[in-house]
């Protein structure tokens, strides 16, 4: 697995999450947490005052999650003072299991994501770190870079690298050598750490997503020329990178880079947004889940294939025609919405949507967690109850009312 758990950790809360122990305090405690803009939980006070004071199982709660919350201030402080990597695994442990109970004790999607994002952000950049300075003196500025799921600060409790890595000075064997080394040893470091290989080989180490400004903007340059299959998910891939450590403002010179050639290539636009308008969602004609009828996953459904990535997608070329920066997938809607492209209500069950099957899938990886089996994103819609399962068909069809928007607004007789 990519991140060492230990079921064991979690066997009894996770028993008491299907059960729907306190499902209610849980809920209400979810609502009230799920604030993107929060890391490490700043306004808990605020939050927790406003729930009943006389109900002994919220008082419960609210002492947990003050607990934790110091708890992951300490640990986070913690990574900015060590220098090894072997001490940071073990942080990272830490942090990763305190998130899997916060997630089982009822606190909401965007929380969680905001958690994981931020302090596995503070673990790359203390990775880097590390790195320059062992290879020290590090020959000219660079900037790293986060893509995936970690560009869209949308982290859950696994995670591998998606990653790039751009310097500035051009043309010099000896720089190009020198950084090759170093993304190697960055990339290898990372896995220590708990970031596992990205199995698609989106890493630094790999020269496709590593080399000097110059080197970036002849690549990109060639794949606009030539919109392979490779290279328009090159460019998909390229539409959620953001920013991590390094130079700032090479890391930003780069980005504004990549988004004006793919608003400037009409092209790439309209495959991608054929790509997200085909894609299935895992609900049959007549509302029920479409499940696998054989196979070791008979009975479940892909839901980051069926479900989250579609509405990832659609979202994300919205987002592109509207030429927005903006890389997480709820404040992309926000905007859509706040731009006047999206209708309120459209927008308000697409965030919900968001959520639903974020929690879905995290409740997925749950499993894999307490079973000991290897994460496949496959869920049994049958670990929710009669109401989460109502929930989550909702989300299908939001998806693809957004699908059908798209479809309209792009290939229509009023799109582009």
Not at 3 to 23: E, I
Not at 47 to 65: I, N, P
Not at 95 to 119: D, P, Q, R
Request: with cysteine; proline share 3%.
């Amino acid at each position: 697995m990519p991140t060492a758990y230990h079921s064991a950790d979690f066997s009894q809360l996770y028993r008491q999450f299907k059960a729907g122990v306190n499902v209610d305090d849980m809920a209400r405690l979810g609502a009230l947490l799920a604030l993107p803009e929060c890391e490490f939980f700043p306004d808990l006070e605020a939050h927790l005052a406003s729930l009943d004071q006389g109900c002994a199982v919220l008082e419960e709660r609210r002492k947990y999650l003050r607990v934790r919350r110091a708890e992951v201030v300490r640990l986070t402080e913690r990574v900015a003072l060590v220098e090894e990597l072997d001490e940071l695994v073990e942080l990272h442990r830490r942090l990763n299991v305190i998130a899997v109970e916060l997630f089982l004790k009822g606190v909401g999607v965007m929380e969680i994501h905001s958690l994981i994002t931020s302090y596995r952000h503070r673990l790359t950049e203390k990775v880097i770190t590390l790195i320059s300075r062992r290879l020290h003196p590090v020959p000219c500025e660079f900037a790293w870079f986060n893509m995936g799921s970690d560009g869209r600060r949308e982290q859950t409790f696994f995670t591998d690298q998606d990653n790039a890595l751009v310097y500035k000075l051009d043309g010099s064997p000896e720089i190009d050598a020198y950084f090759e080394h170093f993304a190697v040893e960055a990339v290898n470091a990372l896995d220590q750490v708990g970031f596992a290989l990205c199995t698609g080989n989106i890493m630094p180490s790999n020269p496709l997503w590593r080399g000097s400004f110059g080197d970036w903007r002849r690549q990109l340059e060639e794949i606009f020329h030539d919109q392979s299959q490779d290279n328009l998910l090159r460019v998909i891939i390229l539409m959620d990178i953001t920013y991590c450590t390094g130079s700032r403002a090479l890391g930003q010179r780069l980005i504004e880079k990549v988004h004006t050639m793919i608003r400037d290539n009409f092209g790439a636009l309209m495959v991608m947004a054929r790509s997200a308008v085909m894609s299935n969602v895992a609900l049959t004609l007549f509302r029920n889940f479409r499940l696998e009828k054989s196979g070791p996953h008979q009975g479940k459904f892909n839901v980051k294939l069926f479900g989250w990535a579609p509405l990832i997608m659609t979202a994300r070329v919205f987002a592109l025609k509207y030429g927005f920066i903006e890389t997480n997938t709820v404040e992309r809607l926000r905007l859509l919405e706040k731009q006047g492209h999206f209708e309120t209500e459209l927008s308000c069950s697409l965030r919900q949507a968001y959520c639903t099957l974020a929690h879905a899938k995290m409740i997925s990886q749950v499993e894999a967690i307490v079973t000991g089996s290897k994460y496949d994103y496959y869920l049994d819609p049958e670990a929710l109850n009669k109401s989460g399962q109502a929930q989550l068909k909702r989300a299908l069809s939001s998806v693809e009312a957004l699908q059908k928007l798209a479809y309209n607004s792009f290939f229509g007789s009023g799109g582009l």
